[in-house]
């Protein structure tokens, strides 16, 4: 009998089956996704409120003084949109391709190496939104409480935002992954994504960098996440902001194209 | 299947000119006729060349078999075939469409069994069947429902919701094959698919691809197992470093490559005795048209073990083991590719 076909488009639906399939493993072992929960908000209480009791209020660029949580708290929000896109991509992203041979089922249906390279970004992004919503929630409820972590309506835009983040950095890391050829070469990987979580203008404003130093901590994508995430979420918008979306949209889209042209160097032989 | 054709004109202009001819190819095959269909087909890594030019064709509804030592090019011929290797030269259609342009398309009517077996480890056993029906946009229900019926088929259903890893080697073979079949393909390419498993194991996968042959699926397979080739395969050939050595019906190939008989004479070798086997095929000599000295054996190839044996007698040559048997695939396989391993 003829197979029952779903209706197109399949460029769209076929990477979601790599997500359905993430789904069938995850569903057994739910509760490892929360783990990647909780980190974000120990750096929210331990700094934002912690050292915030030290530090006082802090002057965005525009001038306005807010809270050390306020301003914190969103460069929170990029950095675990990063970090969740950085350990999907990087760790289970290679685990599935070296060891666990996910893929090499997978291309021998009609499946494309860009439906498989689209389905675990789309992943990493579903996976990611979890902690930012969660992330997201916390702070509001705290908003609520009087603590106004999101000082703008705006701040509703920081969802979308954190998943053009992820985007980013979900595309970038799985590039680097294709490159990868043992664990320890992640260690690397750790090389270029903690000092960019220290000092991308997470913890203090980068005006206490000389001038030169500040040009090129603008240039990193975690800057330009924390930045637009800051915007929103504060209500202190600039121009600058289009840069920030643009940028990691490219990050993201060169790197599922690096992708595609990786994997079928590496598994059409 | 239409009159012969000539071949499209964006085929012919890739074909490369080749010499070599197989007797058993038809001349007039075209890449409409065949399911598959190989002209010069070559495959290289870097300055390596795995699959040297090599022509067959596959038909509708047969079984075909690949046959060669290790390293002989088989798995890389499949894999191709299987468009999840690009064609290094040569021309290559499967269901008439090129690999390179309509990959996706060859795909979804093929059924794959490689030759490591590419289970999902993280999932269980009826999982592997549903999410590969997914990946061939079966709906959900359509794939459960076909995934029970295989898993049936395939013997599998008290282990449906077992994880894949302690499964036995047999096992899991056959749930490569019934994963094979979920999209229901019409061309099953089978990478050894029974090798390591036991005597009743092979039996059952047999019986299974004998039944799927009957309703019309064509098998292509590879195997090292002659008796394997004899049950399974119509037709056959024999690679053997990167080329295509033999084409024929199992039958073909010992009607044209050996005797119909083989005598096995077996000698007592005294310790230290130092190598006699120049004298003894010295004494054969005449006997029959053709010997072979092994370690332990020699192997003459004659129409009539018997008379031959008799023959031996009477030169006064007193073997400890006399056999006589029918000329087999395996005398085939041994003649073409040699006795000793290459590697
Ligand atoms: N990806 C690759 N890169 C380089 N060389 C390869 C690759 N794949 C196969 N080869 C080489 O090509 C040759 C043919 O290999 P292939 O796997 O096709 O042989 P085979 O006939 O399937 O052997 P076996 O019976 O052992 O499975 C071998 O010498 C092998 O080392
Ligand atoms: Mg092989």
Redesign the pocket.
Same mark, same amino acid.
């Given at each position: 009998m003829a197979a029952l076909r779903i209706s197109p488009p399949l460029v769209l639906i076929r990477p979601t089956r790599m997500v359905e399939r993430n789904l069938l493993v995850y569903r057994r072992s739910f509760m490892v996704i929360f783990s990647g929960f909780f980190e974000p908000l120990f750096y929210l209480f331990s700094m934002g409120f912690g050292v915030g009791a030290l530090v006082g209020s802090v002057q965005l660029g525009d001038g306005t003084s807010v809270s050390y949580a306020v301003f914190v708290a969103p460069a929170l929000l990029a950095s675990s949109a990063m970090n969740g896109a950085i350990y999907e991509t990087s760790n289970n992203f290679f685990g599935k391709l070296k060891y666990a041979k996910i893929y090499d089922a997978v291309i021998a249906t009609p499946m494309s190496l860009a439906d498989v390279a689209r389905g675990e970004i789309l992943w990493a992004l579903l996976r990611g939104s979890l902690y930012v919503l969660g992330f997201l929630a916390v702070i509001g409820v705290l908003g609520i409480g009087g603590l106004g972590l999101i000082s703008s309506p705006m701040g509703l835009l920081a969802f979308p935002a954190a998943m053009v983040v992820g985007y980013g950095f979900a595309g970038a890391g799985m590039a680097a992954t294709t490159f990868v050829r043992k664990w320890q070469d992640f260690d690397f990987l750790q090389l270029a994504i903690m000092p960019m979580f220290l000092f991308s203008g997470t913890f203090y404003p980068i005006s206490a960098y000389p001038a030169a130093l500040q040009v090129v901590v603008e240039c990193t994508p975690l800057y330009r996440g924390v930045h637009l995430i800051r915007a929103l979420t504060t209500g202190t918008p600039d121009v600058w902001i289009a840069i920030d979306v643009l940028y990691l949209l490219a990050m993201g889209t060169i790197g599922l194209a690096i992708v595609s042209k990786r994997l079928s160097k590496l598994l059409l032989? | 299947m239409g009159p012969p054709s000539e071949p499209p004109a964006a085929l012919v202009r890739c074909t490369r000119a080749h010499g070599q001819y197989h007797p058993g190819v038809p001349a007039n095959a075209t890449p409409l006729d065949s399911l598959i269909y190989a002209r010069g087909l070559t495959?290289r890594?870097?300055s390596?060349t %795995?699959?040297d030019g090599v022509d067959f064709d596959v038909a509708p509804g047969e079984a075909f078999g690949?046959l060669?030592?290790?390293?002989?090019?088989?798995?890389?011929? @499949?894999?191709m075939i299987g468009t999840v290797s690009p064609v290094s030269a040569g021309t290559l259609t499967v269901f008439g469409l090129e690999p390179a342009h309509d990959g996706a398309r060859i795909r979804s009517r093929l059924g794959v069994v490689p030759?490591a077996d590419t289970l999902d480890r993280d999932l269980s056993v009826l999982e592997n069947l549903l999410i590969y029906g997914r990946y061939f946009d079966l709906s959900w229900g359509e794939a459960r429902r076909r995934a029970v019926e295989l898993l049936e088929f395939v013997q599998l259903t008290e282990r449906s919701n077992d994880q894949v890893e302690p499964l036995s080697g047999g096992m899991k073979r056959r749930l490569v094959i019934a994963r094979a079949l979920i999209n229901e393909p019409s061309l099953l390419l089978l990478?050894?698919p029974t090798t390591g498993l036991d005597p009743q194991a092979r039996h059952l996968v047999w019986d299974r691809l004998y039944r799927l042959k009957q309703r019309g699926v064509t098998l292509c397979l590879?195997t090292?197992y002659m008796d394997e080739a004899e049950q399974l395969c119509d037709r056959l050939v024999v @690679?053997d470093k %990167?080329r295509i050595v033999a084409e024929g019906s199992p039958r073909q190939l010992i009607e044209r490559y050996v005797t119909r008989e083989v005598l096995e004479l077996r000698f007592r070798r005294d310790e230290g005795e130092t190598d006699d086997s120049a004298h003894l095929v010295g004494q054969l000599e005449g006997l029959a048209e053709r010997f072979e000295q092994l370690p332990d054996r020699t192997l003459v190839y004659t129409s009539d073990g018997e008379a031959t044996a008799a023959a031996a007698f009477e030169r006064g040559l007193r073997p400890t083991g006399v056999l006589v048997r029918r000329g087999s695939l395996e005398d085939v396989f041994l003649r073409l590719t040699g006795r000793s391993l290459v590697e």
């Open positions: 032989a | 495959k890594f870097g390596f %795995a699959v690949f060669g030592p290790n390293g002989a090019g088989k798995t890389s011929t @499949m894999r030759q990478d050894e590879t090292h @690679m %990167a």
